[in-house]
């Protein structure tokens, strides 16, 4: 039997608003419903970041705290991963939700270039996140911009400083650094293997109208896939997505052409190693 597909939606993002699309959700609440819809549709994972009133983005505790509390009471099961991205805030103010224990953390272990500026992900704070997640028992998702982040999982992995097998997760798209090239995922997913076992679980992210294409490569090639309104706010160059949901439910069909059920709550938990818990 082929192996389940996670999903996982990315809600918000730092970047998009709701003047790109009405639909990102900013507040709490409609992050929650949005989140709820999204799991409904087929997701297990929700990938978070906050924002401040205006829209800007934040790295407040108590923000995540609200948004990871809503989650849990509304979609029981749902794996809750909070983002330590470094376009919300600096130095260890990206951790600073760490305490609050969520099942997973985004840990970028390289820096690379962005669209406008250097994504700074310095040794000493990777190490000191990695740390945390470790304390708090959360599972790190490795994104990966670059082969050598692949490679520096490993590293970390082999010092301890990664406890379990990484669950790393290929970013392909962003401007300035690794583009989509099917070449280079292809070595992607076999330089994981290679390192971290044959069933060593890994995912893909697409950025923009490239959102799709990784949902693809990532589904067909036995992967799990990331969606949302973070990456990509369009069905098409025409249409505005109309919520996270929509972007779920191309997954799915995709889970369908492929013939690989979506992932389960449980099944998720399972594969990932994280905390069984009673719906």
């Known amino acids: 039997m082929p192996t389940p597909c996670i999903i996982c939606v990315a809600i918000t993002g730092s970047l998009p608003t709701k003047a790109d699309n009405p639909a990102v959700p900013v507040t709490a609440s409609e992050q929650i419903e949005s989140t709820h819809a999204a799991f409904e549709a087929g997701a297990t994972i929700m990938h978070a970041h906050v924002r401040n009133d205006d829209e800007t983005p934040s790295s407040d505790p108590d923000r995540f705290a609200r948004l990871k509390d809503g989650v849990e009471k509304h979609c029981p099961g749902m794996i809750v991963q909070l983002s330590t991205g470094g376009r919300s805030g600096a130095g260890r103010a990206?951790?600073?939700?760490?305490?609050?224990?969520?099942?997973?953390?985004?840990?970028?272990v390289g820096s690379n270039n962005f669209p406008t500026r250097v994504?700074?992900?310095?040794?000493?704070?990777?190490?000191?996140?990695?740390?945390?997640?470790?304390?708090?028992?959360?599972?790190?998702?490795?994104?990966?911009?670059?082969?050598?982040?692949?490679?520096?999982a490993a590293a970390m992995h082999k010092a301890g400083e990664i406890?379990?097998?990484p669950y790393v997760q290929f970013v392909m798209g962003v401007k300035n650094a690794m583009p989509v090239d099917r070449e280079v995922f292809d070595f992607y997913v076999h330089t994981v293997k290679r390192l971290f076992g044959?069933?060593?679980?890994?995912c893909a992210a697409g950025i923009g109208a490239n959102q799709i294409v990784l949902n693809d490569w990532a589904i067909s090639s036995g992967g799990h896939a990331r969606t949302g309104l973070e990456d990509n706010v369009r069905l098409d160059r025409d249409t505005l997505a109309p919520s996270n949901a929509a972007l779920v439910n191309r997954a799915v069909e995709l889970c369908e052409k492929y013939d690989r059920p979506v992932a389960t709550w449980q099944q998720a938990r399972a594969m990932l190693g994280r905390r069984t818990i009673v719906a």
């Open 163 to 165: 406890t379990d097998t």
């Open 198 to 202: 044959n069933d060593a679980p890994w």
């Open 94 to 108: 990206r951790g600073g939700m760490l305490p609050l224990g969520p099942d997973m953390a985004s840990l970028s």
């Open 119 to 152: 994504y700074e992900n310095p040794p000493d704070l990777v190490a000191w996140l990695a740390s945390e997640m470790r304390t708090y028992g959360i599972k790190p998702e490795i994104e990966a911009f670059d082969l050598s982040h692949i490679f520096r």
